[in-house]
């Protein structure tokens, strides 16, 4: 069985410091890691994926993400926050063999970034 | 570049009524899903096709069904509606062997 925790409902950050926004999975075999964000009443925008290659996965808006095989974390990262990156991020993850539609979406953890 | 499409986006319908979302995928994607997001939750996946056969099944009712036509658009009856049918309908494409699911803006379904 596969599964995704964000520990995290919220975090909140002043703008222009670093942001980590966490992700733990569990998978029976490889995993497919992505990263979502989702603004209110709108569709989630996928960020960036880990399918293979580096650990250090770099997506949209400037965010990247670092695949860590041994503590099975996929944190989700930003060196300086801006204010419009307050949004709803999304953890997700499959297994390598799975269909696509397997995908397991976290619960979600609401970013805050305060001017 | 080309999105996703919903349409439409906002939707009320009475208790035992019926409805059906569109969903129009990125050109030459060949995977469409539906998904349904209640309140403060995140999406659950309903159900996927695959070049026009159905493909996965995930959480939806006996109520609903879905289909995808030649032009791979996709449709997603629902029936019977009940108030917990309100919630956001998001459906997204991908690519089967890149997995990344590009999603629609959705479509609001409120069931009064």
């Known amino acids: 069985a596969q599964s995704v925790a964000q520990p995290e409902d919220q975090v909140n950050v002043a703008e222009g410091n670093p942001l980590t926004v966490k992700c733990t999975y569990s998978?029976?075999?490889?995993?497919?890691l992505f990263w979502y964000v989702q603004y209110p009443n709108r569709g989630l925008q996928f960020l960036l994926k880990y399918i293979t290659g580096d650990n250090l996965v770099k997506g949209s808006y400037g965010f990247e993400a670092e695949f860590n095989k041994s503590q099975t974390s996929f944190h989700l990262k930003k060196p300086s926050a801006l204010v419009s990156d307050s949004a709803l991020y999304f953890c997700?993850?499959?297994?390598?063999?799975?269909?696509?539609?397997?995908?397991?979406f976290g619960s979600g953890t609401r970013l805050s970034i305060r001017p | 570049a080309a999105g996703v499409i919903q349409s439409p986006r906002h939707l009320i319908k009475e208790k035992r009524e019926t409805a059906t979302l569109k969903c129009y995928p990125i050109?030459?994607?060949?995977?469409v899903y539906w998904y349904q997001q209640g309140p403060g939750q995140d999406p659950q996946f309903l159900i996927s096709f695959y070049e026009k056969m159905q493909s996965d099944k995930g959480s939806i009712p006996d109520r609903f069904s879905a289909q995808q036509f030649s032009d791979y658009h996709s449709e997603l009856n629902m029936s019977s509606l009940e108030l917990g049918d309100s919630a956001l309908y998001f459906c997204?494409?991908?690519?089967?062997?890149?997995?990344?699911?590009?999603f629609g803006p959705g479509t609001r379904l409120t069931v009064t």
């Open positions: 997700a993850v499959r297994d390598a063999y799975s269909s696509a539609s397997k995908i397991i």
């Open positions: 998978v029976s075999g490889n995993p497919y």
């Open positions: 050109p030459r994607h060949d995977t």
């Open positions: 997204a494409s991908s690519l089967e062997e890149t997995g990344a699911q590009y």
